[in-house]
């Protein structure tokens, strides 16, 4: 979703452009308006449009100076300018002070098309460069960076962090939109915010900061209040990792800060850190422990199986180790006893998979102990749990997903309503769909989605994104274009082909 403000003075010239940006029926949303360049130039810093289409003569303050103004307080916003014939040279002046693009009165709507839709492209290509990045395929680039300025960047970390691509969504996360999170962040500190990025998974966010040395150590103290705001949004704990940088070596920080966040995380606990954490080896005495759970779980000595579980996860704790340090050890325990079973049985699950899973919904150490101990009862123990076949048992979650479509489920929820442990859910679902329930159920929204496009052409992204219970417009936009490979927008009227192809997509994962 591309927010616009729009300013211009004439109530009517406003009121057609408005419309006229309507009429496209594009992923636009009117923002904010103004008949004056000091109440937009006030009203643009607070709510951080994506473009401002603003008109050249003013009262009290032009267009030109407002353009300038916005470059000033370090604003990102796409600057796009709305011109008569006899202010042809205005314009120019425009551009050069970095406006997009100008615009002749009166506006033609395939020309206002056009202008939008080159700035959106624009706009894309500046969020998806995070992640592009992080993997190495782009290098980093945006408006307002010189290779010779020191930035900060805060990788920001909601709850618990995750490595694997098989979980598209993070099922105690929120997501947070980036205007949000710099709504947020103004709060507590006013500096320049060059760009918010989303991360490498939904719960991860980036802000990347421009301030000189005394405003820096100011955003260092401020940071703790932020982390807790941050706290009460998500209803999370948070993680925050930041890093100092200049221009010219940001891609190898970005990368870097990623990884110290990861490794940066204490199960549910917040904390704000900048000081690189170094890799480990596993634990001492894990070989043995893993010895331990063999001996244990072939001996069916269940409760035995769990107070051990119980008394190393309290060890840990008391150890105080990360995340990060859990997921390896953890893994090492779950690599040995795969290789122990092996021999008696089949086991073609993925370890981390599951690990990852389980830490997701876990919120505090104990649960995680329990949920750890559940998960080695199901993958390594040959009962299963009593009552309806597996192929039922995922006839009624797919039924069950038909029916509750708009609501927000997680893997909780489904233990609760169906009576089966989670790690066994996710095994069976796993088994026979080949995905993880929570993505099924979201290419299940994502469906039907397509199919909303498509037979209510005249119902907004907000309105359909609502319906089916995503957090926020954008974000479904984000989500729909993974799935299908299109955007809603595309989607939207498009031939027939088109749908087939994402239907083809659909029919393939």
């Known amino acids: 979703m591309i927010s616009i403000y729009l300013v211009e003075d004439e109530v009517y010239a406003l009121m057609a452009l408005q419309q006229k940006i309507i009429d496209l029926e594009e992923d636009y949303t009117i923002a904010g308006t103004a008949d004056n360049g000091i109440t937009a130039l006030k009203e643009i810093a607070e709510l951080c449009p994506d473009i401002v289409l603003t008109d050249i003569r003013m009262p009290d303050m032009d267009g030109l100076t407002l353009i300038s103004r916005l470059k000033e307080t370090g604003c990102c916003s796409l600057p796009i300018i709305v011109s008569g014939y006899q202010d042809f040279e205005y314009a120019k002046q425009a551009v050069k002070l970095g406006a997009s693009d100008y615009l002749l009165k009166p506006v033609n709507p395939a020309e206002l098309a056009s202008c939008?839709?080159?700035?959106?492209?624009k706009l894309t290509r500046q969020r998806k460069n995070i992640v592009s990045f992080l993997i190495g395929e782009e290098r980093l680039s945006f408006e307002g960076a010189n290779p010779q300025d020191t930035f900060t960047l805060l990788y920001i970390i909601i709850a618990n962090p995750l490595s694997s691509v098989e979980n598209p969504l993070h099922p105690n996360a929120r997501y947070i939109p980036n205007r949000v999170l710099e709504e947020l962040f103004r709060q507590f500190h006013h500096c320049r915010?060059?760009?918010?990025?989303?991360?490498?998974?939904?719960?991860?966010?980036?802000?990347?900061?421009?301030?000189?040395?005394?405003?820096?150590?100011?955003?260092?103290?401020?940071?703790?209040?932020?982390?807790?705001?941050?706290?009460?949004?998500?209803?999370?704990?948070?993680?925050?990792?930041?890093?100092?940088?200049?221009?010219?070596s940001l891609p190898p920080v970005i990368r870097e800060c990623?990884?110290?966040?990861?490794?940066?995380?204490?199960?549910?606990?917040?904390?704000?850190?900048?000081?690189?954490?170094?890799?480990?080896?596993?634990?001492?005495?894990?070989?043995?422990?893993?010895?331990?759970?063999?001996?244990?779980i072939g001996q069916n000595q269940l409760d035995l199986l769990r107070s051990n579980i119980s008394r190393l996860f309290g060890q840990w704790e008391s150890e105080r180790h990360s995340c990060f340090a859990l997921m390896e050890d953890l893994l090492f325990i779950m690599d040995s006893l795969k290789r122990h079973f092996s021999s008696q049985r089949t086991l073609d699950f993925n370890n981390r998979y599951f690990l990852e899973n389980i830490m997701s919904f876990s919120r505090t150490v104990p649960e995680l102990s329990e949920n750890f101990y559940l998960m080695l009862v199901v993958l390594f123990t040959v009962k299963e749990p009593e009552g309806r076949p597996p192929e039922e048992l995922v006839e009624s979650l797919i039924a069950y997903f038909n029916d509750h479509i708009s609501s927000n489920i997680t893997l909780q929820d489904l233990e609760e309503k169906i009576g089966v442990s989670k790690v066994y859910i996710c095994r069976v679902f796993k088994k026979y769909k080949n995905t993880t329930p929570i993505d099924y159920f979201t290419r299940l929204k994502i469906s039907r989605a397509r199919k909303m496009l498509q037979d209510f052409p005249n119902l907004s992204l907000r309105e359909i994104s609502d319906s089916l219970g995503f957090n926020d417009a954008y974000y479904f936009s984000k989500v729909f274009k993974r799935i299908t490979g299109f955007s809603p927008s595309e989607m939207r009227g498009a031939p027939l082909s088109r749908q087939q192809q994402a239907a083809d997509t659909d029919a393939h994962t």
Do not use: Q, W
Not at 116 to 121: T, V, Y
């Open 193 to 248: 915010v060059l760009r918010s990025f989303d991360g490498f998974f939904s719960n991860e966010k980036a802000l990347l900061l421009k301030d000189d040395e005394k405003g820096r150590s100011l955003l260092y103290g401020n940071l703790p209040h932020f982390l807790k705001a941050l706290e009460a949004k998500t209803g999370s704990f948070v993680t925050i990792y930041h890093a100092d940088a200049k221009g010219m």
């Open 258 to 296: 990623r990884e110290n966040a990861v490794r940066s995380v204490f199960f549910g606990k917040s904390g704000i850190n900048n000081v690189p954490v170094r890799s480990r080896r596993p634990s001492p005495g894990l070989s043995e422990t893993a010895d331990l759970f063999a001996l244990i």
């Open 116 to 121: 939008l839709k080159s700035c959106a492209e």
